[in-house]
């Protein structure tokens, strides 16, 4: 273990984040580098800080290097959401292991269950169980269940980790899976809060010093000071609008974006036009088949015209490092990607289709601050510099 890698989100940076990355300094890992989702997450809503912020909060409490996970992948199934992470990993040259949380913490017993998995594949055993109108999750684990494996991936933490060790397969990665346990009380308890519990207090104007490591508290009390926490409301009103107008005018063919079928998709516009909330819209859409969780993702897959077959990430955008994060930037010139500090002109032979979605989820997060931002600050806003 030299160089360790992490796939985080960081919303926000929390007291277990410091921990796991001081664990990782005990056990001898000489640099870290985090992928990191850009101004959305995974809950397909805005992130609570800006991606600059978070990712120099993560610097200044002991990561090296911060990049971005692009926003059709930081939005993405827990599949998605894994294979894009360990993709940029890999592709950096440099990272030899990957460090994730897992409430099983046996690799051994995780990668067991792959071969009953690509037996659930091969023999249809998982699309016996989708054509009966569950998830893909609930299919899989369905399939898993039925041939007896010894592992079936049913935790948070245990999905991502099983998600992160099939991407290292299939990219045929060298790089090392090291897993943390992540204990029950590493949620609930009064001395370790939750990225939820912290967000609920946020919400409720409560967080206090105690609650963050001191630069991610400094970062998010100036955020607060000066309107840089993103309104949901706001959020909800373009998402809405933009959905209506969509519905309305019948122009859009849904089966073209991400983890859309054709029944969801039109699900999602139809309900758009008698719905006056989110929330409202997503309680109407779900069904047995489509869990909360997938229109949600399907809502913003409309919204950034996300592609129904995710390309796979082109470039590395460097959100922020220190000096050691200088070095492993040497390092990463001697890849394939191309790296930016900030994205190039639109108009310009270097802007790819691929960043278009960033760059539009970039624009809409700085619209839903409480102060509103600038827009075009993808392509002005520098790295920073810890």
């Known amino acids: 273990m030299r160089n360790v890698g992490i796939i985080a989100e960081y919303n926000p940076f929390h007291q277990g984040h410091l921990y796991q990355i001081n664990k990782l300094r005990e056990l001898g890992a000489e640099t870290i580098t985090v992928c990191m989702s850009g101004n959305f997450v995974q809950r397909s809503v805005p992130a609570i800080l800006e991606k600059h912020e978070r990712a120099a909060t993560a610097v200044m409490s002991g990561v090296d290097l911060v990049i971005e996970l692009p926003v059709r992948y930081s939005i993405a199934s827990a599949r998605d959401f894994a294979f894009g992470g360990v993709y940029l990993l890999d592709k950096t040259g440099f990272v030899d292991t990957l460090c994730f949380g897992s409430e099983t913490d046996d690799i051994a017993l995780i990668t067991s269950s792959f071969s ?26 369905m399939a898993l269940l039925e041939l007896k494996s010894p592992f079936v991936p049913r935790n948070p933490n245990d999905i991502l980790a099983f998600e992160y060790l099939l991407a290292i397969r299939k990219l045929k990665s060298k790089i090392c899976p090291f897993s943390v346990r992540r204990l029950g009380n590493y949620h609930d308890d009064n ?10 207090k946020i ?31 706001k959020f909800e009103v373009a998402t809405l609008a933009f959905l209506k107008r969509e519905a309305f ?16 998709g ?55 490092f220190n000096s050691k994060g200088r070095a492993l930037l040497k390092k990463l010139k001697e890849t394939t990607l191309p790296i ?12 790819t289709n691929d960043m278009r979605s960033d760059v539009f989820a970039d624009d809409l997060y700085s619209l839903c601050l409480a102060s509103p931002g600038r827009s075009g600050m993808s392509f002005t806003e520098k790295s920073v510099i810890v």
């Open 116 to 141: 009953y998995f690509d037996k659930a594949e091969k023999e249809g055993i998982i699309k016996k169980y989708l054509n009966t109108g569950v998830s893909f999750a609930k299919a899989r684990d």
């Open 191 to 200: 001395t370790v809060l939750s990225a939820t519990g912290i967000r609920k």
């Open 203 to 233: 919400e409720n104007g409560t967080i206090s010093e105690s609650d963050l490591p001191p630069a991610s508290f400094s970062s998010l009390s100036r955020a607060l000071e000066n309107g840089e926490i993103p309104s949901h409301e």
């Open 249 to 264: 005018y019948g122009n859009i063919d849904c089966r073209g974006f991400y983890a859309l079928s054709e029944g969801l």
């Open 266 to 320: 039109n699900r999602i516009l139809k309900y758009s036009l008698f719905s006056s909330s989110l929330l409202e819209l997503y309680e109407k859409a779900k069904t047995k088949r489509y869990a909360m969780s997938a229109v949600r993702r399907g809502v913003v897959s409309i919204l950034f015209g996300i592609e129904k077959k995710l390309s796979l990430p082109s470039y590395f955008h460097i959100l922020a």
């Open 340 to 351: 930016y500090h900030s994205l190039p002109a639109k108009d310009g032979k270097f802007f």
